[in-house]
């Protein structure tokens, strides 16, 4: 009996542990905001806060495609209680005015001429 209890306790802790990460997802496409086209080979770098810090470790960066499509992922663990992450996007390329936005992790994105 209490080899029994002892395995339950063991899978709700590791479930309780290991059920806490789940992926983030991040979806954009990158626009001239003059001639309205997408924009190849703009760098994004998505980094992540939680609180005052970014996050060591949670990082991605890419390129966007021919269509102007930059889509990836990351696994985000938040422990025992919910996290509250802020995401930062990052867009760069020559010519264009380097921009941050915070939070907006899909949909469309304008960038303007130097």
């Known amino acids: 009996m209490k080899a029994k209890l002892f395995v339950i306790t063991c899978i709700v802790a590791a479930i309780t542990l290991f059920g806490c990460e789940g992926p983030k997802y991040f979806s954009v496409t990158v626009f001239d905001n003059q001639t309205k086209k997408p924009i190849d080979s703009v760098l994004v770098h998505v980094k992540v806060k939680h609180g005052k810090n970014f996050q060591d470790g949670y990082s991605i960066q890419g390129y966007t495609d021919s269509t102007g499509k930059f889509v990836s992922s990351m696994m985000l663990g938040t422990g025992l209680k919910p996290?509250?992450?802020?995401?930062?996007?990052?867009?760069?390329?020559?010519?264009?005015?380097n921009k941050t936005e915070i939070n907006k992790t899909?949909?469309?994105?304008?960038?303007?001429?130097?």
Do not use: S, W
Request: aromatic fraction near 20%; glycine fraction near 8%.
């Open 83 to 97: 996290a509250k992450f802020d995401f930062f996007m990052e867009y760069q390329k020559p010519g264009y005015i």
């Open 106 to 114: 899909e949909g469309r994105v304008e960038l303007e001429h130097l």
